[in-house]
């Protein structure tokens, strides 16, 4: 298993959601997607995606100052 870091900072809606799709070739199973990213609808984005791809969001969490960090678990 592998933690890969893709950081979307600054990209506004839908691209930081386009750019976890992007990743998903590069993921084998049990691998670990950790995204950061500062658009504020990516929290609901991040978990409709992960239920829709059926990957499971293991967290996304408020950093504060509008950011965020997800993991994701493929």
């Known amino acids: 298993m592998a933690t890969k ?3 979307t900072l600054g990209l506004k809606c839908p691209q930081p959601i ?3 799709a992007i990743m998903v070739p ?3 199973p049990g ?3 950790e ?3 500062d658009c ?3 929290p609901n984005d991040i978990k409709a995606w992960a239920e829709k791809t059926g990957k499971t969001l293991l967290f996304c969490t ?3 100052g509008g950011k965020f960090s997800a993991q994701i678990q493929f």
Do not use: C, H, T
């Open 35 to 37: 995204v950061k990213a």
């Open 5 to 7: 870091i893709l950081d």
């Open 26 to 28: 590069q993921m084998s």
């Open 18 to 20: 386009l750019k976890v």
């Open 40 to 42: 504020e609808s990516f």
């Open 62 to 64: 408020d950093e504060g």
């Open 31 to 33: 691998d670990v997607l």
